[in-house]
């Protein structure tokens, strides 16, 4: 106990030092003037220089620049939508206002907004907005082919979107629209110059010349911050993390809203900082001299885990279960809360703050019958506690369900070398009735990657002989070779993986030889029951990300070629069922 406890305390130590001395990464950018913009898609950070050079692109995080096509304007913004990015010109007496490019900055069109200076831009769906110099906000609906000048004509310096809530800052306070800018009302912030704007859930942060202000009811009212004494270019958020880049004094973090602020500018000193962006792992920040700044998110306090099983609004649940998550990067442990009650204030049956970094699971037993149970997660390391996870709900079987024991394999996950499946993942299993082709009731289960079992329940069937359906987010379904005998308040077994005729049309592949294994065929990234050239256009937009996507047929967490080997092998199969339910999806 001794020793476990010497070496409980040694690992604290050295993750508490890797935590004290991480740092701000220098990353060169355009090497000459201040980044005043910066925006991402998928996996590649965009940099706009307010020097005249125009945008910058990265795919790998900042070690490398480059300059694209669209290099003689004065980049002041930038922003996202779908697959397309904008760059607004943030000098222009002439020309066009906002350029587009539909190929990841490759290549650039000016859009119809011209003559007009662009200092600020916001994506709400398909709606974006444009910020410029004196003529207030316009509006573009399908994708800057056309704008229409909104009723606020003023300098816009900001903008931010919370909602149908759209927040425009400018020399005179802020203004907000409810109605995608038809009309704007002054809010009761005014007379400030706000340079820059953010949102996190109900708060609204404007930078300014004279600190951080801060709403908490959707601008209807403001405070000023502790924040008080700089001028604030540009504000980031994440949970309840507020990043604000000042000028001359590098970046401060607020972990609690704002409410106080501590300056972290390590590696970086007194850096101006003009533009700040997070991404699923960093923190950038744009500074002078071309300099973009990379720090990883986990250096502050980690982020919120995300959930995994039970799936969110599953029902049937057995009274005995785990509660699983995802790992958050950086997380010294977790608190897990479970309840009865949605707002997490009465009926807490599990609030357990004990679990360490790799403890990704809960076992919970002792649950009611058909009740509705919710949980969250938080986690915590030296730096402080994150948000909660989102909270996600389960209902626990009723007295009498029908479960079905199952033993099933993704075939593209199995791992031949360890014999189990490279991840955990959910299937939808069906009940399904072959003379009205009607889907009777299902389950979403979580497959055990070593046993390859789960065990689904049934509480909106009566006792029957039924087709047993499974679905998977990018194999082929399959189905029970026979109609099998599912009783209320009984348990019935079936076991795909010892035979492929244990699937209707013996439509599985096998996965080991010794032993003989089965498994579902690999591929269908669209869920349409084939394998076929709409899944390879999947997998080339996804190719080069990690992650959970659809294209990742061999479960190893991200899509690469050995991916597409897998479609190479079983382009052309296709699902065969005794009654096809529509959607397949």
Known sequence: MKNFQFIFSFLFLLFFTSISNAQWVQTICNGAWLVYSLTYKDSIIFAGSDAGQGVFRTTNNGQNWSQTSLNNIYARALATSGSNIFAGNGMTISGPGVYLSTNYGLNWLPTSLTYDTVFSLAVSGNNIFAG?????????????????QTSLVYTILSLAINGVNIFAGTYNGVYRSTNNGQNWTQTSFNNQYVLSL???????????????????????????TSLNNQSVPS????????????????????????????????GMGNASIGSLLITQDYIFAGSGSGVVYRRLLSDFVPTAPVLYSPPNGSTGQPL??????????????????????????????????????????????GLSYLTKYYWHVNAKNANGTSNYS????????????????????????????????????????????SATCNKLDSAKVTIDP????????????????????????????????????????????????????KAYGSNMIKVSISPVIW???????????????????????????????????????????????????????????????TPMR
């Open 450 to 501: 070593v046993t390859f079992s789960s065990s689904p329940s049934f509480i909106n069937i009566t006792t029957g002989s039924y087709y047993i359906y499974v679905f998977h987010r990018n194999h082929l379904t399959i189905c029970s070779r026979l109609r099998q005998t599912v009783t209320r308040g009984s348990t019935v077994s079936y076991d795909f993986t010892t035979d492929s005729t």
């Open 390 to 433: 989102s909270t996600w709900s389960f209902f626990t079987a009723p007295i009498n369900p029908a479960i079905v024991n199952l033993k099933v394999i993704p075939g593209g996950f199995y791992n031949t070398g360890t014999g189990q499946l490279r991840m955990r993942d959910t299937i939808v299993v069906m009940l399904v009735d």
């Open 198 to 224: 953010a949102v996190n859930g109900s708060n609204v942060f404007a930078g300014t010349y004279n600190g951080v202000y801060r709403s908490t009811n959707n601008g209807q009212n403001w405070t000023q």
């Open 132 to 148: 410029t110099y004196a003529r207030g906000v316009f509006l573009s609906t399908n994708n800057g082919q056309n704008w229409t």
């Open 235 to 266: 504000l980031a958020a994440s949970g309840t993390n507020v990043f604000a880049g000042t000028s001359g004094n590098g970046v401060y973090l607020s972990t609690d809203n704002g409410s106080n602020w501590i300056q972290r500018n390590e």
């Open 320 to 365: 005995s279960l785990n509660l699983i998550w995802y790992q958050s990067i950086s997380a010294f442990q977790y608190r897990v809360q479970l309840s009865t009650d949605s707002t997490f204030s009465t009926n807490l049956i599990v609030n357990d703050s004990t679990l360490l970094a790799g403890d990704t699971i809960r076992a919970v037993s």
């Open 519 to 581: 498994g579902m065929i690999p591929t269908d990234a669209n869920r349409d029951g084939y394998t076929d050239a709409i899944d390879q256009t999947i997998w080339i937009i996804q190719n080069g990300h990690s992650g959970y996507f659809s294209a990742d047929f061999n479960g190893d967490g991200n899509v690469d070629g050995l991916d597409q080997s897998l479609w190479i092998l079983y382009n052309g199969r296709s699902t065969y069922l005794p009654c096809y339910i």
